[in-house]
């Protein structure tokens, strides 16, 4: 069964760092591009970032383009968000999933960018 696992958000001040981290399982992780997720309450979830199946080639939202990097672990089943730079409007439950969505999601992770 595919499930993911998010973890790594929490509280930040505006400016600051996080890593989100995504442990994949259930499917040939290295065959499929993966992306990240938001849903910031009573808005629709977004696509913020992609990555490539050889974790060769990224992709991001113009909102946080310059900010964000992913990055896809193969040997680990793992990928992860580097997030730099964070605003309020970053504030939102974070999910990872294959490019374009799935069936199943995991719990998300929570980020919260605040003074």
């Known amino acids: 069964q595919v499930q993911f696992v998010e973890s790594g958000g929490g509280l930040v001040e505006p400016g600051g760092s996080l890593t989100l981290s995504c442990a994949a399982s259930?499917?040939?992780?290295?065959?499929?591009?993966m992306s990240w997720y938001r849903q910031a309450p009573g808005k629709e979830r977004e696509v913020v970032a992609t990555?490539?199946?050889?974790?060769?080639?990224?992709d991001y939202a113009d909102s946080v383009k310059r900010r964000f990097a992913i990055s896809k672990d193969n040997a680990k089943n793992t990928v992860y968000l580097q997030m730099n730079s964070l605003k309020p409007e970053d504030t939102a439950v974070y999910y990872c999933?294959?490019?374009?969505?799935?069936?199943?999601w995991g719990q998300g992770t929570q980020v919260t960018v605040s003074s």
């Open positions: 259930g499917f040939r992780f290295d065959m499929y591009a």
């Open positions: 999933n294959f490019r374009g969505g799935g069936v199943y």
């Open positions: 990555v490539t199946a050889g974790g060769t080639r990224t």
